[in-house]
């Protein structure tokens, strides 16, 4: 079994920043993909961030330039760098990963959410 866990998550003014970390764990032979969602209430869960193996990454529009996302294969951890802060940003806010398992199938895994709020 694989279980993701995510921390750093809180309430900061509009402007500040916060910094997410997620760490896998388990029976994880390999990470592929490692990313960030977030859903707001009344919204669909949507993509924030994603980052391959091999350190390429996706942004959303609508964070392009304030987030960064990073990864450290040896640890299995993903961390998303949230800066300049938007109300907008408010959300729960999830990591996933593709794990390769003992099984030698790959399965998406999602932590729990942690709560970003942002004040205005």
């Known amino acids: 079994q694989v279980q993701l866990v995510e921390s750093g998550g809180g309430l900061v003014q509009a402007g500040g920043s916060l910094r997410l970390s997620c760490a896998a764990s388990?029976?994880?032979?390999?990470?592929?993909?490692m990313g960030w969602y977030r859903q707001a209430p009344g919204k669909q869960r949507e993509l924030v961030a994603l980052i391959t193996r091999g350190g390429s990454t996706n942004y959303a529009d609508s964070v392009k330039g304030r987030f960064t996302i990073s990864r450290d294969n040896a640890k299995n951890t993903v961390s998303l760098q949230m800066n300049s802060l938007k109300p907008e940003d408010t959300a729960v806010y999830f990591c996933?990963?593709?794990?390769?398992?003992?099984?030698?199938?790959?399965?998406?895994?999602w932590g729990q959410g942690t709560q970003v709020t942002v004040s205005s």
């Open positions: 996933k990963a593709e794990v390769l398992g003992a099984t030698l199938v790959l399965y998406d895994y």
């Open positions: 388990g029976r994880i032979l390999s990470i592929n993909t």
